[in-house]
């Protein structure tokens, strides 16, 4: 029992510094590419910075991410939205998209990052075209958590439902009117508008999570060429 409870706690702890890693970096590049782009509020906001405390959301960063981890589904999550002046961003509401793809992407790239490193070192092995691990070798577990995490990531930020990434961009290629319209109420709510997906469609989105992750991962292995 106690063996199982310490191992439990280590993939506890190994979720929320893959979560803390990934979403600081997935923030900061929200932030990078904004300074870039002309608006250097992220950067007066302190949020170019590798400090946890400065983009922690503690439901959507620590809690979600954990719970979904023990509940054995696809683990995705958030974190504390870096502040954007879009009146100083270049290229107006593309610039904004620009801003938003920045961290999913991330994320994205974080993934294959952690799956070239498990290929190459042998944590993953490919077999029949899945990419397989050992649950009882802890980096080789470690490793494939780098990989759906951020792929869990970046695939629930991509939903074009405000506040999420996903949105921006789809501000940018909505026509003027009723879609922009109704995209601004939603955003009003904000992150009520998250709980209340995650609480009322929770089995669509895990069915969504899991099939786009399967798929991203079919990809990575032909990549390698395995």
């Given at each position: 029992?106690?063996?199982?409870?310490?191992?439990?706690?280590?993939?506890?702890?190994?979720?929320?510094?893959i979560?803390?890693?990934?979403?600081?970096?997935?923030?900061?590049?929200?932030?990078?590419?904004?300074?870039?782009?002309?608006?250097?509020?992220?950067?007066?906001s302190?949020?170019?910075t590798?400090?946890?405390?400065k983009?922690?959301?503690?439901?959507m960063?620590?809690?979600?991410?954990?719970?979904l981890?023990?509940?054995?589904?696809?683990?995705?999550?958030?974190?504390?939205?870096?502040?954007?002046?879009?009146?100083?961003?270049?290229?107006g509401?593309?610039?904004?998209?620009?801003?938003?793809?920045?961290?999913?992407l991330?994320?994205?790239?974080?993934?294959?990052?952690?799956?070239?490193?498990?290929f190459w070192?042998?944590?993953?092995?490919?077999?029949?075209?899945?990419?397989?691990?050992?649950s009882?070798?802890?980096?080789?577990v470690?490793?494939?958590?780098g990989?759906?995490?951020?792929?869990?990531?970046?695939?629930?930020?991509?939903?074009?439902?405000?506040?999420?990434?996903?949105?921006?961009?789809?501000?940018?290629i909505?026509?003027?009117?009723?879609?922009?319209?109704?995209?601004?109420?939603?955003?009003?709510?904000?992150?009520?508008?998250?709980?209340?997906?995650?609480?009322?469609?929770?089995?669509?989105?895990?069915f969504?999570?899991?099939?786009?992750?399967?798929?991203?991962?079919?990809?990575?292995?032909?990549?390698?060429?395995?």
């Amino acid at each position: 029992m106690s063996g199982d409870l310490g191992q439990t706690l280590l993939y506890i702890f190994s979720v929320f510094i893959i979560t803390l890693f990934s979403m600081i970096l997935h923030e900061l590049m929200h932030g990078f590419v904004a300074l870039k782009l002309g608006d250097d509020t992220a950067k007066h906001s302190g949020r170019l910075t590798l400090n946890p405390l400065k983009h922690i959301d503690p439901f959507m960063t620590i809690i979600v991410p954990i719970i979904l981890a023990l509940m054995g589904g696809p683990i995705f999550g958030g974190a504390k939205p870096v502040p954007i002046n879009t009146r100083k961003l270049k290229h107006g509401e593309w610039g904004f998209a620009l801003v938003a793809i920045a961290g999913p992407l991330t994320n994205f790239l974080l993934a294959l990052a952690f799956f070239l490193v498990g290929f190459w070192t042998g944590l993953i092995t490919i077999e029949g075209g899945d990419a397989l691990y050992s649950s009882a070798n802890f980096w080789s577990v470690f490793v494939m958590l780098g990989i759906t995490v951020n792929l869990g990531f970046m695939l629930f930020n991509i939903i074009p439902i405000p506040p999420l990434d996903g949105s921006r961009v789809l501000y940018a290629i909505a026509p003027e009117g009723g879609v922009r319209r109704f995209m601004e109420q939603i955003e009003r709510y904000g992150i009520i508008v998250i709980y209340f997906c995650l609480l009322f469609f929770g089995t669509a989105l895990s069915f969504y999570m899991s099939g786009a992750t399967q798929a991203i991962m079919s990809l990575f292995v032909k990549l390698v060429g395995a």
